[in-house]
């Protein structure tokens, strides 16, 4: 056992030592001046992560709330009495969707089947054929790990006069994401996936002349209405309810240290990650639910050798101070994910490397009716290529 747990999961993550030290400063007063800079100075680091070049157009509200809260704010705030458009091709894409069918009368679906790319002719016939003022869909469905298209979707909505919102709660801060080049009015994420801080703080970067537009509508919440946050960061540079204060301090300090890293560099650190990662479980055989090129940068999810359950995966990992996700939904019991975000070094990923093949082995020996003898001196993990396979193989 380690001295902690590795959290190779798409979030919580395991945080870096000066976010440990950021979480415990001094106590401030949310309507003291202390506060109103903490927030102005998150804002501008939130602008420079999204790399955006006309900042002036661009404002970012932060909310006491995990990612589910920044995207009910949108889905509750920019629709009105219109329609809105959800593209959902896993759990988050039907999480919008369920969202959006509490706040919005004229709620549309396009519903592809889990782990599918969206075919963007089917899209493209949609919008021309129906009136959507609103498209919604989720950056990276985690639930199968596919990285969803935003500059095709982004024209499309904006060639049909609709407004593009996105939910970005786990690709960002590890992937790139043009809001202007993308025409993204609105995009959401989360404190605790990719930017590597602790939970409990979502937030909406958006154009400056969208978030003023909000007020047209009638509000449909209270704690979480876009309008209302907006006013209170333009006019008071505060939030409108009390905020969870040393999250600010935490998440502050973790855009410095994206920052100064430099936002590139940073995702080309976590994409070199998830490549050794990737790389290793391919040389245990492993398949992998979706093709590479579909991927995020932050997990990747792993076809479970039929003869092995998930759960033993999992505890027996757990022993080693591993902690690993298991698939939901109509993937349950057939997958297993790995994510490569928060503090994980390459040692880290290493060790989880060698404790997978060491467990592999150990449960392939226990399924021993269905597998080949286990010679650990110098054996390697091999399993046919087939993904209708029945046994693991151990080859010396």
């Known amino acids: 056992m380690l001295d902690k747990f590795l959290l190779f999961t798409p979030g919580p993550v395991n945080v870096a030592e ?14 003291e001046p202390d506060f109103d800079a903490l927030l102005g100075s998150i804002e501008h680091k ?9 900042r002036a157009r661009y404002r970012a509200v932060v909310i006491t709330g995990s990612g589910t809260a920044a995207n009910e704010a949108i889905l509750s705030s920019v629709v009105g009495k219109g329609a809105i458009l959800i593209l959902s091709n896993g759990e988050f894409g039907g999480r919008l969707h369920k969202i959006s069918l509490i706040h919005n009368k004229k709620t549309h679906l396009i519903n592809m089947p889990w782990g599918t790319p969206f075919d963007l002719t089917q899209i493209a016939t949609y919008l021309a054929t129906h009136k959507i003022d609103v498209v919604a869909m989720a950056h990276h469905e985690t639930c199968s790990g596919m990285l969803n298209p935003l500059a095709e979707i982004g024209a499309l909505a904006k060639a049909n006069g609709a407004l593009f919102v996105v939910d970005g709660v786990s690709s960002v801060g590890a992937e790139g994401i043009d809001m202007e080049a993308c025409n993204i009015a609105f995009v959401s994420s989360s404190s605790s996936k990719a930017i590597g801080s602790y939970p ?6 958006g154009r400056k002349k969208h978030f003023k537009r909000l ?14 946050f907006y006013a209170f960061l333009k006019d008071h540079s505060q939030t409108p309810n009390t905020p969870a204060v040393p999250l600010f301090f935490a998440l502050e300090q973790a855009l410095i240290d994206i920052l100064r890293e430099g936002v590139t560099k940073r995702f080309a650190r976590i994409k070199a990650r998830a490549d050794l990662l990737r790389d290793g479980m391919r040389r245990l055989n492993l398949d992998f639910l979706i093709e590479e090129a579909d991927m995020c940068s932050i997990l990747t999810t792993v076809r479970m050798p039929p003869s092995m359950s998930v759960r033993d995966l999992r505890d027996r990992l757990r022993e080693k101070s591993i902690i690993i996700y298991e698939g939901k939904g109509c993937f349950a019991g057939k ?5 490569n975000i928060g503090e994980l ?37 091999l399993m046919p290529p087939s993904s209708d396979r029945m046994q693991v193989k151990v080859v010396v």
């Not at 939130?46 to 955006?52: A, G, P």
């Open 18 to 31: 000066t976010l440990r030290l950021a979480i415990s400063k001094e106590d401030i007063c949310h309507r």
């Open 345 to 381: 070094s390459d040692y880290d990923i290493r060790f989880f490397l060698a404790a997978l093949k060491d467990v592999l082995l150990t449960l392939q020996a226990d399924a021993a009716d269905l597998v080949a003898p286990v010679r650990p001196m110098g054996a390697n993990l």
């Open 46 to 54: 939130l602008i420079s992560l999204f790399q955006i070049r006309n």
């Open 200 to 205: 409990g703080l979502s937030f909406v970067v």
């Open 215 to 228: 007020k047209r509508h009638a509000a449909k919440t209270t704690y979480l209405n876009l309008a209302t």
């Open 335 to 339: 997958v297993f994910q790995v994510g």
